[in-house]
């Protein structure tokens, strides 16, 4: 089955914390995983991506984790920032199939002064 | 490197004419994808296209819509007899094949009166 993203869900965050993002993927086959940021007015940008070989993968101040059991992929946000404040969508995909990259609901999230 | 170039980034139709948008993806790159996101939702897939070639069109309608990308010049994704629930933003992503990074263009923002 495929993801469907709809009305976005939210978080905010006082600056300084930690964010976590969560996301549920569908489609067990699937065995590279991205995370996007989708600032307002501009396109997704590359944060982070990981494969099914993997569980975790750190990044600069990001952290991508990995469930494949339950097929649930999260983004970690350290000492959250103002500039961090977008909409995050994960993605999903086949590796070497012409699937298209899938992407899942996004998560509209706001960081507080 | 310039990345991914949409154009138009804005484009206002009345209803009936057709729209046309313009695609160039990274240097080197033979893979596009196109992508639908309405106000506050995820990205949708629309169609996916190898030089000369459609590999998946399953995400895009079947009337008005077509998308070519030629062995030269920009992919373009057209619509043709524009209705107001064409509004939208479209990007498209190019990826080289290789690798599964996807990287997406700025978009170009359909509103048609």
């Known amino acids: 089955g495929e993801s469907v993203g709809l009305h976005l869900p939210t978080l905010s965050v006082q600056e300084g914390d930690n964010s976590i993002i969560n996301c549920a993927y569908s489609?067990?086959?699937?065995?590279?995983f991205i995370w996007y940021k989708q600032e307002s007015g501009k396109g997704p940008q590359f944060i982070i991506d990981?494969?099914?070989?993997?569980d975790k993968r750190q990044g600069q101040r990001v952290t991508v984790l990995l469930n494949k059991t339950v097929k649930h992929l999260s983004l970690q946000i350290a000492a959250t920032q103002p500039g961090d404040s977008a909409v995050y969508f994960c993605?999903?995909?086949?590796?070497?199939?012409?699937?298209?990259?899938?992407f899942g609901s996004g998560t509209q999230l706001t960081v507080l002064p | 490197n310039a990345g991914v170039m949409q154009n138009p980034r804005h484009l206002v139709r009345r209803r009936g004419q057709e729209a046309r948008l313009r695609c160039s993806p990274m240097?080197?790159?033979?893979?596009v994808y196109w992508y639908r996101q309405l106000p506050e939702e995820g990205l949708k897939f629309m169609v996916y296209?190898?030089?000369?070639?459609?590999?998946?069109e399953s995400g895009m309608p079947k009337e008005r819509f077509s998308a070519e990308f030629p062995k030269e010049g920009p992919s373009i994704l057209r619509i043709q007899q524009v209705v107001r629930g064409d509004s939208a933003a479209y990007f498209c992503?190019?990826?080289?094949?290789?690798?599964?990074?996807?990287?997406f263009g700025q978009g170009t923002r359909l509103t048609v009166v």
């Open positions: 993605a999903e995909k086949q590796s070497g199939s012409a699937r298209q990259l899938t």
């Open positions: 489609n067990s086959a699937s065995d590279y």
């Open positions: 990981i494969r099914s070989n993997m």
């Open positions: 240097k080197g790159h033979s893979h």
């Open positions: 296209l190898q030089k000369e070639n459609i590999i998946d």
């Open positions: 992503a190019s990826y080289g094949g290789l690798s599964a990074e996807a990287f």
